[in-house]
């Protein structure tokens, strides 16, 4: 399996005296669907106790799975919450009928679903003009996208397999009832976070699985009542293929629409399916086939999400894509030492002088210390790159000192008493000491790509920071190439560099009283590249953390929380 991933990489470039932050570069967002395998060897044990308060018997399973027990894949239960998250690609005939206090509006189509088709995740409708009524082309299309709308991200396993039990069971028949995970279910199946299903078992036979909500949900704009959206999936049973294929659905619900009763009912058969080699399936009582010809018309439309673009087409591939969207809060920590190479002062915009002879600039250092606190939006165009942007605010603290020249010390010495102090007095340094704050925002790029567990990225980023306490704006390109290792359980691990370049020579004024100002320009020399190593965790289907810290000259702590859509 191919795997396109996002590597976790945080930049912050600083200044002296001023901040320079390049925010959260990239990150991996893994993506993964719980497979669970049901493999028994053995006999499975079953434990029955009877409740004889409400007439029904509870199931109770030993070392098994109720699932399992019936020869019933989680699949089906996929299925149930669309049709297209069925293996295979087939066509279904839709009656689709609307009631309005007495009035009758239907429509008569074939839905079309195939994998193989275009990038994967498209549908086709294919009607003669005359068979909509009063439905228009676009409300068919995004009805039917509304429908089945499917997780570019969601294989098998949707339900909570804790939330399965027996309600009911005879010498014939056995009806469960089931939720579906909410923690893995992707926005495009939200409306399954809100439904509760029942499966119905028929002399050892899956019959139905039966959907109600159990809150209200929203339906093509239309609010439906708690108790008023039941959807049925009727399956067939393969006998020489073996397993299940969706046979028949229903979808009915109701809703008030100005004032008036508004009733749907949508009821599709299955005419044809094929499957996943192309190879034509058949099974009991099997509907002829239609063809359509010159007097038909065929629409299509996408499933999922739009982004990133030909991201559908990677997938198809075998790609796996991060979610396209994400929000983050990052806190920063840095440290380095910086050199002094040059220093001028001047008053009122006259010309600066230079006070570097004045100075041992080679021995004169600063330690300082930024906190940075950062927000980064960013989002996937394309399956291998991502754009961004940054806004944030943070504090730069300088404690340093500048050791006056041996002759300059000598000199200050011989004419002390000129100024009223004594020999003795004539310090060996200046201490420097600040804290400022700066409005940091900026943008950049990432692109990334990876094969099986290793993956690769390389992000750049151009960032301003205004300090407003010393009238100045710095600029900062950032560089970070990256390696990571997805692990199985997966965290990614990522070990990389980052290179600051900017310019180092800044110049500013500081006000002074009597409409007086202080012009400056000092320059150090620069700490370009330092190690990075980092850990990506994701902690739910959107939640992410990841921790990162840098090494070298220039020493780091990040600590990242975030959400994707």
């Not at 010809?293 to 790609?319: C, D, H, N, T, V």
Request: hydrophobic content about 35%; some cysteine.
């Amino acid at each position: 399996m191919l795997q396109l991933s996002c590597l976790q990489v945080n930049s912050i470039v600083c200044i002296p005296y001023f901040i320079i932050e390049a925010g959260n570069l990239s990150k991996r967002n893994t993506h993964y669907v719980k497979k669970i395998v049901q493999n028994f060897i053995g006999i499975s044990f079953l434990l029955l106790i009877t409740f004889n308060s409400n007439g029904q018997n509870q199931v109770y399973t030993i070392n098994s799975n109720l699932l399992s027990d019936y020869g019933i894949s989680p699949k089906v239960l996929d299925a149930a919450l669309s049709t297209t998250l069925q293996e295979g690609s087939f066509k279904q005939k839709i009656v689709a009928k609307v009631y309005t206090e007495g009035k009758t509006d239907s429509a008569k189509f074939l839905f079309i679903y195939d994998p193989k088709y275009k990038e994967g995740i498209d549908i086709q409708v294919v009607y003669k003009n005359d068979s909509l009524g009063p439905l228009k082309e676009k409300e068919l299309l995004k009805t039917m996208q509304e429908m089945h709308s499917f997780s570019r991200l969601s294989k098998s396993n949707l339900y909570d397999e804790n939330s399965l039990k027996v309600i009911s069971s005879s010498e014939t028949s056995v009806i469960l009832s089931f939720k579906y995970n909410s923690q893995i279910l992707e926005p495009e199946l939200k409306y399954g976070k809100k439904v509760t299903g029942k499966i119905f078992i028929t002399n050892g036979v899956l019959e139905k699985v039966e959907l109600t909500n159990d809150a209200p949900v929203k339906f093509l704009e239309h609010k439906i009542e708690s108790g008023k959206f039941v959807s049925t999936s009727w399956y067939t049973k393969l006998s020489n293929s073996g397993g299940y294929i969706v046979k028949s659905t229903s979808d009915k619900y109701s809703y008030k629409k100005k004032g008036k009763d508004v009733s749907v009912d949508i009821e599709g058969r299955t005419l044809d399916y094929k499957n996943t080699v192309d190879i034509p399936l058949s099974w009991e009582n099997k509907p002829a086939a239609i063809d359509y010809g010159p007097e038909y018309k065929m629409i299509s439309g996408s499933l999922g999400w739009g982004l990133p673009f030909y991201g559908k087409g990677a997938r198809k591939l075998g790609y796996s894509l991060p979610r396209p969207i994400g929000i983050n809060v990052f806190s920063h920590q840095q440290a380095q030492q910086l050199q002094f190479t040059d220093l001028s002062v001047g008053a009122n915009n006259s010309e600066l002088i230079s006070l570097v002879d004045l100075f041992e600039l080679e021995g004169s250092a600063v330690d300082q210390i930024t906190k940075v606190t950062m927000i980064k939006a960013d989002v996937w165009l394309l399956p291998f790159l991502n754009i961004m942007g940054v806004f944030g605010q943070g504090k730069n603290s300088i404690d340093g000192s500048l050791y006056l020249d041996e002759e300059v010390r000598s000199t200050l010495s011989k004419l002390s008493w000129l100024i009223g102090l004594e020999p003795d007095d004539i310090p060996e340094y200046l201490p420097i000491k600040s804290q400022l704050s700066a409005l940091t925002y900026g943008a950049g790029l990432t692109l990334a790509g990876g094969i099986d567990n290793i993956n690769v990225s390389l992000s750049y980023q151009f960032v301003a920071s205004s300090i407003p306490e010393v009238n100045t704006t710095k600029l900062a390109h950032v560089l970070a190439p990256a390696l990571g290792y997805m692990t199985p359980f997966g965290m990614n691990i990522m070990v990389g560099a980052q290179g600051q370049y900017y310019d180092t020579n800044t110049t500013g004024f500081i006000n002074l009283p009597g409409d007086n100002r202080l012009d400056y320009q000092v320059n150090f020399e620069p700490i370009i590249w330092n190690f990075m190593f980092g850990l990506y965790v994701p902690i739910s289907n959107h939640l992410e953390l990841a921790v990162q810290s840098g090494w070298g000259k220039r020493r780091s702590l990040t600590v990242v929380f975030g959400y994707r859509l």
